[in-house]
């Protein structure tokens, strides 16, 4: 006698489906990738309301029913850098702000590794001198990005990160490069944030729960949090646009849609997202 009513629209259901079989494919014939461990998963949110509209948790659920968008916890790489440039946004830097991108080393480990160190690089192997915080976030910049933390401090980043909703990350100069693990619906939920102009949504799977024998009706109501002032997030979502019109992102630039986000990378192209 119960009646279940989702956020989950059909339409755009089966066309996320759709999407990640075809990318799935794609990247089984284009690049000839034959691992069998080879996955992946969407999911969508209504910004304002935080409506799951549309959630694929793997590429075939027969062979796989695990779902990654609630149950994968994969390193987010890149994905995490604008949160970093918005700690900076918040503290008075602006788009046009010079930062370096240079080269540093950093010694790792106590008195027994003596020789360890850590050598963070560039994906493109180069560094450019001083550059724009706008230009350093949408060309990825890694070293631009670490030196911007040395800047503002690790802790200020740290404690941001925090503010923002996420936890349990790694209190180290990685976590700027996004070397901690976070599910595709954590990661959802923290980019409305940028595409809510400031306050974060929860995620609703659930609208409302009724039975009409029994009078019963539960509802679950839009679940809002003011994190920081609009004009801050506009500048981020500005910056996110120029990701995709000439950085990272331009893989998904459309003629109809303002589209804004990030991309991510790991180690070895071991994890890839697309965030926005």
């Known amino acids: 006698g119960y009646r279940v009513k989702l956020s989950i629209d059909l339409k755009l259901q089966q066309i996320a489906k759709d ?4 990318g799935y494919k794609r990247l089984k014939t284009v690049y000839d990738i034959n691992n069998t461990t080879l996955n992946g998963a969407i999911i969508s949110l209504n910004s304002q309301t935080g409506d799951i509209i549309s959630a694929v948790g793997g590429v075939n659920y027969k062979k796989s029913n695990f779902n990654r968008i609630t149950q994968s916890k994969r390193a987010i790489g890149s994905a995490v850098k604008p949160f970093v440039y918005q700690v900076a946004l918040n503290l008075g830097y602006n788009p046009s702000a010079k930062i370096p991108d240079i080269s540093r080393t950093y010694k790792i480990g106590g008195e027994n590794d003596k020789n360890k160190y850590w050598k963070p690089k560039n994906y493109e192997k180069n560094t450019l001198g001083f550059i724009t915080l706008r230009k350093a976030l949408v060309h990825s910049r890694n070293l631009a990005t670490i030196n911007l933390t040395s800047l503002i401090g690790l802790d200020t980043v740290i404690n941001g990160i925090y503010h923002f909703g996420f936890n349990k990350v790694p ?18 939920e923290e980019y409305t944030l940028f595409s809510n102009y400031g306050t974060k ?3 609703r799977l ?19 949090d003011y994190i920081i002032p609009p004009y801050q997030a506009y500048l981020m979502v500005s910056i996110l646009r120029d990701v ?8 998904a630039k459309m003629k109809t849609i303002q589209v804004a986000g ?12 697309w965030c926005g």
């Open 19 to 22: 999407s990640l079989k075809w």
């Open 171 to 188: 209190e180290n100069m990685s976590i700027v490069l996004g070397s901690f693990g976070i599910t595709p619906l954590k990661i959802a």
């Open 201 to 203: 949504v929860k995620p």
């Open 206 to 224: 659930i609208l409302n729960i009724q039975n009409d024998k029994k009078g019963l009706k539960v509802s679950f109501p839009i679940q809002k």
């Open 244 to 251: 995709v019109l000439k950085g990272t992102g331009r893989n």
């Open 262 to 273: 990030k991309t991510g990378t790991t180690n070895d192209f071991r994890d890839a997202w």
